[in-house]
């Protein structure tokens, strides 16, 4: 540190105490160093530890923990509730994270995780129980059917792509591990909203989920796809025809989770001039659904 042990010391007391009354949560690491130890820590005769705990990020931590998929959206009020906090402080907590990109605020005055947490989550999800128990499966999927096989969960009105085990062949080749797209076009995204309950859908798909590039068969608004989605959660599976992208076919399955919930889904995509829709059904359908029930065994599931 620049300066003799003498001089630092002044500004180290001083930052010891925050405005909030936090404690030592902005200590240094050279303050740490020093071996010097608290009173509490002095009376015990114990080691001195290091303290680095930020009280802010901790707090602005427990705000972003309260969504789930259970509860996804929340108003200031109640996460000041929620997390025991002065409600001034929940609400500068919660424009803070709204100004970075972490938190959205919806015209209901509720907020919702924004796309910075989508972001940060996709490098966890790659790392988490799912991606790494279902790709042995997937390859084999990919290996026995010789066509392109991907995972993927919802992020909002999108999927986000985790796994893509790609044959050369396939229209699509500019999709890629963490590429986005349109829900509504995709048979994962259609096969994922059609789990979601029906204020869950209105509030996720919109008219601009419709809007942009896709293939000649796709649907243009929720009314057009709702009893599509009815059809897919009855049956448990889903079909892609030309709706993303023209030549293109897919059919998907579900994903489940410990608890049942469907928390992703996987599919095989393949160039509709080999694969008509019946065949598509016959032969595919059977080996993508029976790799989604191996991959939700071994996250926990014991259903059917």
């Known amino acids: 540190m620049p300066g003799s042990a003498n001089s630092a010391r002044p500004r180290q007391r001083a930052r010891s105490a925050p405005p909030d009354g936090s404690g030592s949560g902005d200590s240094s690491p050279g303050q740490a160093s020093t071996g010097q130890a608290s009173t509490g820590q002095a009376s015990t005769g114990q080691a001195s530890q290091?303290?680095?705990?930020?009280?802010?990020?901790?707090?602005?931590?427990?705000?972003?923990?309260?969504?789930?998929?259970?509860?996804?959206?929340?108003?200031?009020?109640d996460i000041a509730a929620e997390v025991s906090l002065p409600l001034p402080t929940a609400y500068r907590i919660v424009m803070t994270l709204t100004s970075e990109g972490y938190l959205e605020h919806l015209p209901s005055g509720e907020y919702r995780p924004g796309v910075r947490v989508l972001t940060l989550g996709t490098a966890a999800l790659r790392s988490l129980d799912l991606v790494e128990l279902a790709t042995p499966r997937l390859q084999e999927l990919a290996e026995a059917s010789g066509e392109t096989v991907n995972l993927a969960v919802l992020t909002g009105d999108q999927v986000l792509y985790l796994v893509r085990l790609r044959n050369s062949d396939l229209v699509t080749a500019n999709i890629r591990v963490g590429s986005r797209l349109p829900a509504v076009h995709t048979s994962i995204g259609k096969l994922l909203l059609a789990f979601l309950d029906s204020a869950e859908l209105e509030r996720v798909v919109?008219?601009?989920?419709?809007?942009?590039?896709?293939?000649?068969?796709?649907?243009?608004?929720?009314?057009?796809l709702r009893p599509e989605l009815a059809t897919i959660r009855a049956?448990?599976?889903?079909?892609?025809?030309?709706?993303?992208?023209?030549?293109?076919?897919?059919?998907?399955?579900?994903?489940?989770?410990?608890?049942?919930?469907?928390?992703?889904?996987?599919?095989?995509?393949?160039?509709?001039?080999?694969?008509?829709?019946?065949?598509?059904a016959r032969e595919l359908r059977p080996m993508v659904l029976d790799t989604c029930r191996e991959i939700s065994r071994l996250l926990g599931h014991r259903g059917q």
């Open 235 to 280: 049956q448990g599976w889903a079909m892609q025809d030309e709706e993303l992208a023209y030549g293109l076919r897919s059919v998907a399955a579900p994903v489940r989770g410990e608890s049942g919930a469907v928390i992703a889904g996987a599919n095989l995509a393949l160039p509709s001039r080999d694969w008509p829709v019946q065949r598509v």
């Open 206 to 224: 919109t008219a601009d989920s419709f809007t942009g590039n896709a293939g000649p068969n796709a649907k243009r608004s929720l009314d057009e």
């Open 50 to 77: 290091p303290d680095y705990r930020v009280e802010a990020l901790a707090k602005g931590l427990r705000v972003l923990s309260v969504f789930s998929e259970r509860r996804p959206t929340w108003r200031i009020t």
